[in-house]
């Protein structure tokens, strides 16, 4: 402790342990950010079945309707997690008890927990749906899923990916600076679709050399789930930016980028 610290501590211990509890804060945002970042990375083997020691494609052999079953509610866990957790009206409820600048973070870990029980735990349906046996065409489709990826992760810095995260919310309460209202965005790729994150999640789970029955219900389901998920942030965000919003509904499509609205 400095000599500066230590006076403040004998004056008024309340502040040194505020300080100590911001930083700790602070780790906290940096392990959920961490936790996440492993998960995102895990995903992208998971889905392509490249360098993780359990894909999409792997695992232990069960009974075709047991695996759809686990699967069905290992994906459940996550969407009710993550789009409850993501409401307004959850959000007021559990910052009583959940300290505001953590918020983020903690529903970020919890997201990432969640995603990793689901690559421990899913069931592999490997009846081949359709494999592509032109090599041309395979790589072509092999990229168009890294361009998916790519597509998530470079859409999330266009939008804020240190606030989506949660790091910026730690950051701030850490140097003291209020937290900022949400502010509406439509930058760069935001201008042609209003959802490229989602968009790009689409893409990678569907662009599949081979694409197995396991591959196949998780790709249905996620995409089934981002469309739940987009008409529940749309009414979120409705609510908070009003006729900006709606205005940008009626300007910009969805999902394809070529399609007016919708
Ligand atoms: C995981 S991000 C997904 C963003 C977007 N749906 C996409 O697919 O790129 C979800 C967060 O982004 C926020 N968000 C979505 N569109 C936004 C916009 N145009 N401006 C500001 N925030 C936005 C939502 O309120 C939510 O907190």
Not at 64 to 76: D, F, G, S, T
Not at 100 to 107: A, C, F, G, M
Request: charged residues 15%; contains cysteine; aromatic residues 14%.
């Amino acid at each position: 402790m400095s000599q500066i610290e230590h006076q403040v501590h004998s004056i008024c211990p309340e502040v040194a342990g505020s300080r100590i509890s911001k930083f700790i804060a602070f780790l906290y945002g940096i392990t959920a950010y961490v936790v996440f970042f492993v998960t995102i990375l895990y995903a992208i083997g998971f889905v392509m079945g490249l360098v993780v020691p359990k894909t999409i494609d792997t695992g232990t052999a069960t009974p075709p309707l047991e695996a759809i079953i686990v699967n069905l509610l290992l994906m459940a866990l996550f969407a009710i997690q993550h789009s409850v957790m993501a409401r307004q009206g959850f959000k007021v409820w559990w910052t009583q008890f959940v300290p505001k600048p953590v918020e983020r973070s903690t529903y970020v870990l919890l997201a990432s927990l969640s995603l990793l029980l689901l690559f421990w735990q899913w069931r592999p349906l490997p009846a081949v749906i359709w494999e592509i046996q032109n090599p041309d065409l395979a790589v072509t489709v092999v990229t168009l899923a890294f361009a998916g990826w790519v597509l998530v992760f470079t859409s999330t810095f266009i939008i804020n990916h240190f606030e989506l995260f949660g790091l910026h919310q730690v950051t701030n309460h850490l140097v003291g600076k209020e937290a900022e209202a949400p502010r509406f965005k439509t930058p760069l790729l935001y201008k042609f679709v209003r959802h490229p994150i989602y968009l790009g999640f689409i893409i990678a789970f569907w662009a599949a050399p081979v694409m197995t029955a396991g591959h196949l219900l998780f790709a249905a389901v996620t995409t089934l789930y981002i469309f739940v998920g987009i008409a529940l942030e749309e009414r979120d965000l409705v609510a908070l930016f009003g006729d900006e919003y709606r205005q940008y509904k009626q300007r910009v499509s969805m999902l394809i980028p070529w399609r007016r609205s919708v």
